[in-house]
């Protein structure tokens, strides 16, 4: 299983950033997957989740209605749209594989290396 | 909210064993699953109890978890301490609406 991350860097406030989330070594169709965030020396943050096959997503009270999750399966990838990025959202941004397709019982098995997104101007 | 409260940091001797609690804030954490997470400086989370006392495989059994509903809280132990295990270690659980939620996180100190 191997969860790669890309797309991070250093972006302005008010400005957009999208991130992917290319997987390997399982049927990535059969899984519901997150995205989790940590700020520099923080915690983890849960950011947003979405079902195996895109129909149900989750969101963060700290990002709903400015960060969009979605999936390609044909591709085998996540993605993070992030708009109106603010100076709070710098973060490492990892994506994860849950157990299982489910959304009612979510739980993370296997974690990506991570992308930082830096906010500044 | 639901939230989960972990004590900021604990200590122990290699070869002792050490438990880490995990409250919930409001009503039952035995209504829904509890996972463990550790992260290792300057790494990634991984996985190390889920669905409130499973062992991910490649997990070593030195790692249990376990739900009190009298006191509302979940634990992780970890017994044989060994120096590896010194990391931050993470609650997470969910509310009726399927939104995820991690405690703050426990610093274990091993010395």
């Known amino acids: 299983v191997q969860l790669v991350e890309s797309g991070g860097g250093v972006v302005q406030p008010g400005r957009s950033l999208r991130l992917s989330c290319e997987v390997s070594?399982?049927?990535?169709?059969?899984?519901?997957m997150h995205w989790v965030r940590q700020a520099p020396g923080k915690g983890l943050e849960w950011v947003a989740l979405?079902?195996?096959?895109?129909?149900?997503?989750y969101y963060a009270d700290s990002v709903k209605g400015r960060f969009t999750i979605s999936r390609d399966n044909s591709r085998n990838t996540l993605y993070l749209q992030m708009n109106s990025l603010r100076a709070e959202d710098t973060a490492i941004y990892y994506c994860?594989?849950?157990?299982?397709?489910?959304?009612?019982?979510?739980?993370?098995?296997?974690w990506g290396q991570g992308t930082l997104v830096t906010v500044s101007s | 909210n639901f939230m989960l409260t972990q004590p900021h940091s604990v200590s122990e001797s290699p070869g002792k064993t050490v438990t880490i609690s995990c409250i919930g804030s409001s009503g039952s954490i035995a209504s829904n699953y509890v996972q463990w997470y550790q992260q290792r400086p300057g790494s990634a989370p991984t996985t190390v109890i889920y669905e409130d006392n499973q062992r991910p495989s490649g997990v070593p059994d030195r790692f249990s978890g376990s739900i009190d509903s009298s006191s509302n809280s979940a634990s992780l132990t970890i017994s044989g301490l060994k120096t590896e295990d010194e990391a931050d270690y993470y609650c997470q659980s969910y509310d009726s609406t399927n939104l995820v939620v991690f405690g703050g996180g426990t610093k274990l100190t091993v010395l």
């Open positions: 994860a594989r849950d157990f299982d397709g489910r959304v009612t019982t979510p739980d993370i098995e296997y």
């Open positions: 070594g399982f049927s990535f169709s059969n899984y519901a």
């Open positions: 979405i079902s195996y096959d895109g129909g149900n997503k």
